[in-house]
């Protein structure tokens, strides 16, 4: 079956504009997470979905980066006025809370130029 | 709150040698336990994982863990690495049954040595 897919794969930007990152969550996966992978280093996570609950965002680094899930389903990751230090791979993952296994996306490996 | 910490950053090992990943959780509630491998350039996939039932896991290409309630520990084990379990190993934690967050350790880097 489908697995969670992002888009796009790869995405380079300059410094200062803005960049979506989108999720496409496996169907009927109602907790949708989002983690930064920098090189060589681990899971930062970032913000979590779980139903209509309100998300949680503890783990956003600053006000420039904001998440929403449009209809329980597609997650959008929006980062403004890029910097070079949001290089990174963005992962998405969707659970199905009974279980709380994790799957994961291939990522988006962001390059801010 | 819980939280993962997983000691070595990175262990090496010799080809055929016991693997050995130390993983300590802290929950106030049963927990569910997993461990993820993320090989070279590729993306996270479940080792295995414990939900309660036995305490030890199997999961796979020969990996097994643990669960010990009294030492909070979800050590991952194989008796015999292989070059192709050079990989990054992420412990991760919730809490039993709830809609809480999954938690991750830090990782530990494993590099086999021919």
Redesign the interface.
């Known amino acids: 079956g489908a697995g969670v897919s992002q888009s796009p794969s790869n995405k380079v930007t300059e410094k200062g504009k803005d960049v979506e990152l989108r999720c496409d969550p496996i169907s009927g996966h109602t907790?949708l997470?989002w983690?930064r992978q920098s090189l060589g280093q681990?899971?930062e996570?970032l913000i979590?979905f779980?139903?209509n609950?309100a998300p949680?965002k503890s783990g956003l680094p600053s006000d420039r980066f904001s998440a929403e899930r449009t209809g329980g389903s597609v997650s959008t990751l929006t980062i403004q006025r890029t910097q070079q230090e949001d290089s990174a791979v963005y992962?998405c993952?969707s659970?199905d809370?009974?279980?709380?296994?994790?799957?994961?996306?291939?990522?988006t490996r962001l390059t801010v130029t | 709150a819980q939280s993962v910490t997983q000691l070595g950053s990175h262990v090496s090992v010799s080809e055929g040698a016991l693997v050995l990943l130390r993983c300590n959780y802290s929950s106030s509630v049963p927990p569910y336990l997993f461990w993820y491998v993320q090989y070279p350039n590729q993306g996270l996939q479940l080792l295995l994982k414990y939900t309660s039932a036995a305490t030890l896991v199997k999961g796979i290409n020969g990996f097994e863990a643990e669960f010990k309630k009294s030492e909070t520990s979800f050590h991952l084990t194989k008796p015999s690495a292989h070059m192709s379990d050079a990989a990054e190993y992420f412990c991760a934690v919730t809490k039993k049954t709830s809609y809480d967050k999954v938690i991750f350790g830090p990782g530990t880097s494993l590099s086999v040595i021919p």
């Open positions: 907790a997470y983690y681990g899971l996570f979590y779980q139903g609950s949680d992962l993952a659970s809370p009974g279980t709380s296994e994790q799957y994961f996306g291939p990522g």
